[in-house]
Every structure is written in C-alpha cells, then in structure tokens.
C-alpha cells in the first residue's frame, strides 16, 4: 500500500479527526496508487495515522475512511459503516415512520463522498469522490444487506465529482425501475420524488423538519413561499391552515410537479394554492409595487456559493432577497429564511439577514435556529456538514 507522508506539522487536523487532507499538507506519495486507492497516512515523524481514499486531481488530496491504522479497508469495512449509519436511523424513533430519509451522510457519517438516500423501497446512491467510486459494489452490496431494499439507482451527477476527474454517472445499479412513479409520504402530505431527473437525489429530504414548523406555523397566515420546487413547503402550509399560499419557482417542471403533488393530497384546499413561474428577484419587486403583504414568508434558494471562493456575490443575492422579504411582510409577520451555500458560514448568514433588515427599514428578531433534520447529522470535527442553516424571523 502506498504511503501519503505529511509535511511536519500538518498533522493537527488530523489529530481533531478531520477527515480531508488538502494537498498543501502532503509531502509526497511514496509507491503507487491510483485514484480511489488506499493509502496510509504517515505523519512527518514516520507515525502512521490513518488510512484514506487516494484523489490526486483534487484539491483535498485524500479523505480519510480511518483513523485507526490499523483497520483494514475492504468489503467488511463498508458494511460494518454502512450497517452502522442505517442502524442509527433504525434506533431513531422520529424516523422510523419516515419513507423518505437519508441513511448515509458523507463524512459525518464516516463515509466520505457518499450519500444514500431512501424513498420507499428504492435507494438513491450519490458518490461524489474517488474513494466510494471506486468500492460502488461493495457499497451496493452493503446497503442491500443492511436495509432489504431491492432497488438501488445512481445519481452521481453533482458537478462536485468534476473536482475530483470523475464524469457524471446514473443508472440502476440493482433491481427494475419501478411501474408507478414514485412517491413517499412526509408529514402526512403525499409527494412524488423524481429520482431520475429531480434535485439532488429526487428531493430535498433536508427541509423535513423545517415544512412541518411551517406547517405548524401557517395557520390563517398568507404565505408566499419562494424558490419552492415541487411544493414541500407550499402543501405543508396548506395543511396548515394557511389562508392562502403564492408559490413562486422559475422551473416550469418543477412547477408542473408542485401541482400534481397537490392533485395527490385532495384533503388540501387547492383553491387556496396560486403558483407562479417566475424569477423570484423580479417576481418579489412586482409584488412589492402591487402593495402585496404576506404573513409568512419562506425564502429556500438553490446553493448560491457552492464554496467560500464565491461567498461574496452569493452575500449580494441573499442580502437582496432577503430585503425584499421583509419589505412584503405585514406587521408581526415571520420570514423564514435558508441558506444551503457550504461557503457561507452561519454567524455570516445572521449578519446578512441582519444587514438586511436594516435595509428594509425593519426590526425584527430571531425566533428559532433552523437545521437539517437528525438524518442528517454533522460530524463533530466535521463542520462543512452544516451546509444548511435557516432562519426563522419575526419583524415589528
Ligand atoms: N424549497 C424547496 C427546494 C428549493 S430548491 C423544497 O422544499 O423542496 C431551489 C429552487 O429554486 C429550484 O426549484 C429552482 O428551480 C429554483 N430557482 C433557482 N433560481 C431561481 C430564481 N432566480 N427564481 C425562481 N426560482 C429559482
């Protein structure tokens, strides 16, 4: 096996039990290996300190599967891991009624670069680094064993994988497609997950907990949720007893999806539901000429700083739609608002939000803090993983 040595001194986030090595820690590869390669980590001292995925054409030049040098990286490793992160889910009593929920989450769940989402019976595989690229069978074979599911299907499209030289791949890895298309009931409300072409996997598990507190909070509220996809947020707040619910996305599709999954739900009171496709920047101007107030507001935009190299345009789109929020909502109304930017720190996000308010000529308070639900844990040494962080405010 070949030896990653580090530079002296650049073993201390490894001591912490963070699991990426950036090339600027290495010293030199001694042997060969080949991307997704096993290598054993060597302190400067000669120290053996980890074992972990090779990736030479990425900037974090490995990713560590171990922190004991010892333990030995094969099949039995990837059930034991995954075994493990499907067990805990299992041992979760607010998840075990969950069709929809993440059983492997990357790193925090010590598998770095892989993610595993399940909707039904059907398993969503996303590898995103050489490492779990190139151990897919025996993660395939890990999942199946750990969880009986009989389907498992590819999406390893995320632009992420192009950092580490790896092409896009999809396709079902094990079992049919299914007949019907597929759907998984969350918080009670039916929706359909398009693991083909959808977000992500097919849908944003991660807002879970965040549409049943919107679901909570919509009673009697006109709420305008913004950038809302297929709807999680917008049926959520019907169920609610929200006393009317605009929807605004600029995907057509997307839009088309929304509605079906209303269609879906028949208790819900679609006539209460407006939906609109449209740029929300343009759309919240318009609305707010048109003298429109909303009593909930929820902004949810896609990633606009994938990583901190693009933090500062993307503080400029959030700081403007987050004014135009809080400039259509009513006396006492609540603005929900998220960023799921990875290069936007959450201190930075509240002074954003803050700066935001001021500009809108608000004043407003913080009621609640809001997080990724429990299958999507961050790892404690791991706080890239706390990608997605809300917001809920209250304005004067
Ligand atoms: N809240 C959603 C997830 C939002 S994903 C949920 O709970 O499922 C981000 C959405 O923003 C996508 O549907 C995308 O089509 C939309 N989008 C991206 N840029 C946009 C823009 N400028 N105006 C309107 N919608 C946009």
């Given at each position: 096996?070949a030896q990653l040595?580090l530079?002296?001194g650049?073993?201390r986030?490894l001591?912490?039990r963070h699991?990426?090595?950036f090339?600027?820690?290495?010293?030199?590869?001694?042997?060969?290996a080949?991307p997704?390669?096993?290598v054993?980590?060597?302190?400067a001292?000669?120290?053996p300190?980890?074992?972990a995925?090779?990736?030479?054409?990425?900037?974090?030049?490995?990713?560590?599967?171990?922190?004991?040098p010892?333990e030995t990286?094969?099949d039995a490793f990837?059930k034991r891991?995954?075994?493990?992160?499907?067990e805990?889910?299992r041992?979760?009593?607010?998840l075990?009624?969950?069709?929809?929920l993440?059983?492997?989450?990357?790193?925090?769940?010590?598998l770095?670069?892989l993610?595993a989402?399940?909707y039904d019976?059907?398993i969503?595989?996303?590898?995103?680094a050489?490492?779990p690229e190139k151990?897919?069978?025996?993660?395939?074979?890990a999942?199946?064993r750990?969880?009986?599911?009989?389907?498992?299907?590819?999406?390893?499209?995320?632009?992420?994988?192009r950092?580490e030289?790896l092409l896009?791949?999809?396709?079902?890895l094990l079992?049919e497609?299914?007949q019907a298309?597929?759907?998984?009931?969350?918080?009670?409300?039916?929706?359909?997950?398009?693991?083909v072409a959808?977000h992500k996997?097919?849908?944003y598990?991660?807002?879970r907990?965040?549409?049943?507190l919107t679901?909570m909070?919509a009673?009697?509220?006109?709420?305008?949720?913004?950038?809302c996809?297929t709807g999680?947020f917008?049926l959520?707040?019907l169920?609610g007893g929200?006393?009317h619910v605009l929807?605004?996305?600029s995907?057509?599709p997307a839009?088309?999806?929304?509605?079906?999954?209303?269609?879906?739900?028949p208790e819900?009171a679609?006539?209460?539901?407006?939906?609109r496709?449209a740029?929300v920047?343009?759309e919240l101007?318009?609305l707010?000429t048109a003298g429109?107030?909303?009593?909930l507001v929820?902004?949810?935009p896609?990633k606009f700083a994938?990583?901190?190299?693009?933090?500062?345009?993307?503080?400029?789109?959030y700081?403007d739609?987050n004014?135009l929020?809080f400039r259509?909502?009513s006396?006492?109304?609540?603005?929900?608002?998220?960023?799921?930017s990875?290069?936007?720190?959450s201190?930075?996000?509240q002074?954003?939000?803050a700066d935001?308010?001021i500009?809108?000529?608000?004043?407003a308070r913080i009621?609640?803090r809001?997080?990724?639900p429990?299958?999507?844990?961050?790892g404690?040494?791991?706080?890239?993983?706390?990608?997605?962080?809300g917001?809920?405010?209250q304005?004067?």
């Amino acid at each position: 096996m070949a030896q990653l040595l580090l530079l002296p001194g650049r073993d201390r986030t490894l001591a912490r039990r963070h699991p990426w090595i950036f090339a600027a820690a290495v010293d030199r590869l001694c042997g060969r290996a080949r991307p997704g390669d096993t290598v054993e980590v060597v302190a400067a001292n000669g120290r053996p300190l980890a074992k972990a995925a090779w990736s030479p054409e990425s900037k974090i030049r490995a990713r560590v599967w171990t922190f004991d040098p010892d333990e030995t990286v094969d099949d039995a490793f990837f059930k034991r891991r995954v075994q493990c992160a499907v067990e805990r889910r299992r041992l979760t009593p607010e998840l075990r009624a969950e069709q929809g929920l993440r059983l492997v989450h990357g790193e925090s769940d010590g598998l770095p670069g892989l993610i595993a989402d399940r909707y039904d019976d059907t398993i969503v595989l996303q590898l995103t680094a050489t490492g779990p690229e190139k151990w897919r069978p025996a993660i395939v074979r890990a999942l199946q064993r750990a969880t009986g599911c009989a389907r498992i299907y590819e999406r390893s499209d995320s632009d992420v994988r192009r950092l580490e030289g790896l092409l896009p791949v999809s396709g079902w890895l094990l079992g049919e497609p299914p007949q019907a298309p597929l759907t998984i009931v969350e918080n009670g409300v039916r929706m359909k997950v398009d693991i083909v072409a959808g977000h992500k996997t097919g849908f944003y598990l991660d807002q879970r907990d965040n549409r049943l507190l919107t679901r909570m909070l919509a009673a009697g509220r006109a709420t305008l949720n913004c950038f809302c996809y297929t709807g999680g947020f917008s049926l959520q707040a019907l169920a609610g007893g929200a006393s009317h619910v605009l929807s605004v996305d600029s995907s057509g599709p997307a839009l088309a999806t929304a509605i079906d999954n209303l269609a879906l739900n028949p208790e819900l009171a679609a006539s209460r539901a407006e939906w609109r496709e449209a740029d929300v920047f343009n759309e919240l101007r318009l609305l707010r000429t048109a003298g429109q107030r909303f009593d909930l507001v929820i902004l949810d935009p896609p990633k606009f700083a994938p990583s901190a190299a693009h933090a500062e345009r993307a503080a400029r789109a959030y700081r403007d739609i987050n004014v135009l929020g809080f400039r259509l909502l009513s006396p006492g109304g609540l603005l929900m608002t998220y960023s799921c930017s990875g290069g936007i720190r959450s201190e930075h996000f509240q002074e954003i939000v803050a700066d935001a308010a001021i500009c809108a000529g608000r004043e407003a308070r913080i009621l609640r803090r809001l997080v990724a639900p429990v299958d999507h844990p961050v790892g404690l040494n791991f706080a890239e993983g706390e990608y997605l962080k809300g917001l809920l405010c209250q304005a004067d």
